[in-house]
C-alpha cells in the first residue's frame, strides 16, 4: 500500500509539471495539424517552424535568466535589432572582416544590457521601466544611424547562414538556438552564478544575507542577456538577409511571454531552460499552425494573448497558493 501512495504521488507530481502538460498540448497540436492540413508536416514548414522559433528562443532564455532574478527586460528586441544594425552598417561601408563585425555586434548588446543593470541597481529604477526607457532611446539610435531605411549589402558568408542547415534538416539558426539554449541551462543548474539567480529572485535582502554580491550579479546577468541578445541580432541579419530599422520589434514580448508559459515566475526564484524551450515551441506552433489553417493573423495575435494573460494568472495564483 506504501508503494501504491508513492507510486501515485509521483505520477502526479509528474503530471503537475509545466513542461509535461506543455508537451502534451505540442504532441497533440502537432499531430492533428499534420493530420488536418496539407503542407503542414512538409520538410520546407518544419524548417521554417524551427527558423521561426530559433530568434525567439534566444531571447527567451536570456529573458529566463532576468525573470528568475525577479527582474524583466523589455529592451531585448530593441538590442538585437541595434547590434544587427550596426553590424549591418559596417559590413556595407567597411571592409572589415566578418569576425570583426560580429564581436561588435556582441559588444553593442553586451554594453546594452550592462548599461540595464546598472539603471536597475544603483538608480533603483524598476525593471520594466528602465528597460522601457533604453528601448525607446536604443530605437531612436537605430533610427538615427540607418537614416530609418533597409540596411543590405551584409557579407556573403551570413547570408549563407541564414539558409543553412545541418543534414538538410536542422537549419544553422536552430543549431544556435540549442548552443545558446545549453549553455543558459549549464548556468542555471550547475554554476554558482545560476544559484545565485534563484536566490535573487527570493528579494535583494535575502541575497545580500546569502553573501551575493548583488550588484555585480545585476551587471552580469543583464550583461549576459544583452550578449544573448548581440547573438540574436546576427541572426536575425542572417534571416531577414538584411537590416530593418524596426528590426527586433516585438521579440521581446514574444520571447517574455515563452518563459512565463514556460514556467518562469514573474515573482522571481523559479523557471528553467526546458519549459521555456517548450514555451518558445508552443507559442511558434500555434502561429504556424493557424496560417496552415487559414486563420486570420489577427485572430492568431489575439490568441498569443490569451495564451500569455492565463499563463500570468496561473502563475500569480501558484504564488499566492505558497503565500
Known amino acids: 500500500m506504501a508503494e501504491s501512495k508513492v507510486g501515485n504521488k509521483k505520477t502526479t507530481n509528474i503530471f503537475q509539471h ?7 498540448i505540442i504532441v497533440a497540436l502537432f499531430i492533428f495539424a499534420s493530420v488536418a492540413t496539407k503542407n503542414f ?3 520546407y514548414n518544419i524548417t521554417n517552424l524551427l527558423k521561426q522559433c530559433a530568434i525567439i528562443g534566444v531571447l527567451a532564455c536570456a529573458q529566463t535568466m532576468i525573470i528568475i532574478t525577479g527582474g524583466i527586460d523589455i529592451s531585448g528586441g530593441a538590442i538585437t535589432g541595434l547590434s544587427c544594425m550596426a553590424m549591418a552598417i559596417l559590413q556595407r561601408d567597411t571592409s572589415l572582416p566578418l569576425a570583426v563585425t560580429l564581436l561588435v555586434a556582441l559588444a ?6 550592462t548599461v540595464n543593470g546598472i539603471i536597475i541597481h544603483d538608480l533603483k529604477v524598476p525593471a520594466m521601466i528602465a528597460t522601457l526607457g533604453t528601448s525607446t532611446i536604443i530605437r531612436g539610435i537605430v533610427l538615427i544611424i540607418s537614416n530609418a531605411l533597409t540596411v543590405s549589402g551584409l557579407n556573403k558568408s551570413l547570408l549563407a547562414m541564414g539558409s543553412a542547415s545541418l543534414g538538410g534538416v536542422l537549419p544553422a539558426l536552430a543549431l544556435i ?6 549553455l543558459v541551462l549549464f548556468l542555471l543548474r550547475y554554476t554558482i552564478f545560476g544559484r545565485n539567480l534563484y536566490v535573487m529572485g527570493s528579494g535583494e535582502e535575502v541575497a545580500k544575507l546569502s553573501g551575493i ?10 550583461g549576459l542577456a544583452g550578449f544573448i541578445y548581440g547573438v540574436a541580432g546576427i541572426m536575425l541579419a542572417a534571416r531577414v538577409q538584411s537590416a530593418l530599422p524596426t528590426g527586433g520589434e516585438g521579440y521581446d514580448m514574444n520571447a517574455i511571454a515563452a518563459a512565463v508559459i514556460g514556467g518562469c515566475s514573474l515573482a522571481g526564484g523559479r523557471g ?6 517548450l514555451g518558445t515551441i508552443l507559442m511558434v506552433l500555434i502561429n504556424n499552425a493557424g496560417v496552415q489553417f487559414g486563420l486570420n493573423t489577427h485572430v492568431l495575435e489575439i490568441t498569443s494573448g490569451v495564451l500569455i494573460i492565463f499563463a500570468v494568472t496561473m502563475d500569480m495564483m501558484k504564488n499566492r497558493k505558497k503565500a
Open 108 to 113: 553593442i548588446g553586451t554594453v546594452c544590457g
Open 41 to 43: 508536416f512538409s520538410l
Open 177 to 182: 538556438w540549442i548552443l545558446v539554449a545549453a
Open 272 to 277: 528553467n531552460v526546458s519549459g521555456t524551450i
Open 18 to 24: 509545466t513542461e509535461f502538460t506543455l508537451g502534451v
Open 213 to 222: 554580491r548583488v550588484r555585480k550579479m545585476s551587471y552580469m546577468v543583464y
